[in-house]
């Protein structure tokens, strides 16, 4: 490097930009703490909240309840839809959650209606509930890679022409967001992100002080989503919890057939948190789909665990415990 670039690059060092000039920076500091305002701890976590708050929504908090089941991305998978429901009755929930995503991936999307309806689930409204009931012509996944819009054009387009006008209608109708009470705590459940129906929240991409915003922005005392269909809970200094659900609809891409979802229960005077493996048919549901024609990618994936489509959205953390 010449001397003169070098020269370029050291020049603001003990400097500050006080407008259109470069003064001495101690000097600066000096003009900033006679001008400002010295605020005291609490009088800046009054204006950091200030800053941060949103107005309050107006959806009723359900329960209180002391166990719940919650689980998102259904996926047509009808086989692990009928699971859930048992094992959640075995665990004697009071409540069962699906946080969205019906359809997409697996066979016969109608299928998974009278199952929701039977067993009383509480269902909110994914992206592709929103784009099922307003006819938009893609899923609204949130894919940017060209492949993985392809495979996801497949699946809605299939998802669209298999389910009734009443069923997308019902759809259309399912809130948003959701809140429940366990025990003491507040938790909101949406499908994406508070901020957006889509929105992927990875573990290794959700930092802890981004996720602090987060429940303070929304005042609750914990947040359940799902849509990137790998399951992780975080357990906040705060004492706040953030669980992805995960989803029953295919693997968890690790290899093994299961499914995953949650059980939270109120556990002295906290939350309990539990994410846990579901085994159900899923050589019957990989028969179907290819009785159904759809993509063997898809059906790969039902019969070995790993993905094979949907990858390029993964974060590099996520993406190196992939196998493909």
Not at 3 to 20: F, R, Y
Not at 125 to 134: C, V
Not at 193 to 202: A, H, K
Not at 297 to 304: A, G, S
């Amino acid at each position: 490097m010449r001397d003169e670039d070098k020269g370029k690059l050291t020049q603001h060092l003990g400097m500050a930009t006080w407008g259109e000039r470069l003064v001495p920076l101690e000097r600066f500091r000096q003009a900033t703490e006679q001008a400002g305002r010295v605020l005291s701890r609490a009088e800046r976590r009054a204006q950091r909240q200030h800053h941060l708050a949103r107005e309050q929504d107006s959806v009723a908090v359900e329960g209180p309840y002391s166990r719940v089941v919650v689980f998102g991305g259904v996926y047509s998978n009808h086989f692990a839809l009928e699971a859930l429901l048992q094992r959640a009755h075995d665990h004697g929930a009071e409540a069962v959650y699906c946080l969205g995503d019906l359809g997409g991936f697996g066979p016969s999307p109608e299928k998974v209606w009278p199952l929701l309806r039977a067993g009383e689930v509480a269902t909110l409204q994914g992206n592709y509930e929103e784009s099922l009931a307003s006819g938009r012509e893609d899923c609204n996944c949130g894919y940017t890679d060209p492949r993985d819009n392809h495979f996801a054009g497949l699946s809605y387009m299939y998802t669209a022409e298999n389910c009734s006008a009443d069923f997308k209608r019902w759809m259309g109708e399912l809130p948003q967001r959701r809140r429940i009470r366990v025990g003491q705590r507040e938790l909101l459940l949406v499908h994406g992100s508070p901020r957006q129906t889509n929105e992927f929240l990875f573990h290794s991409t959700s930092p802890i002080s981004f996720l602090e915003v987060l429940l303070d922005q929304e005042s609750c005392d914990g947040l359940l989503c799902t849509h990137t269909g790998l399951h992780w809970h975080r357990h906040l200094p705060s004492g706040r919890d953030v669980v992805n659900v995960g989803v029953i609809g295919r693997p968890a891409n690790d290899g093994r057939t299961a499914v995953w979802y949650a059980l939270l229960e109120e556990r002295g005077g906290g939350l309990g948190v539990e994410l846990l493996p579901l085994r159900y048919d899923h050589p019957s549901l990989a028969l179907e789909m290819q009785q159904e024609g759809l993509p063997q990618e898809f059906i790969d994936t039902i019969r070995h665990g790993w993905w094979t489509t949907c990858l390029e959205i993964l974060p590099a953390r996520e993406r190196a415990r992939s196998r493909y």
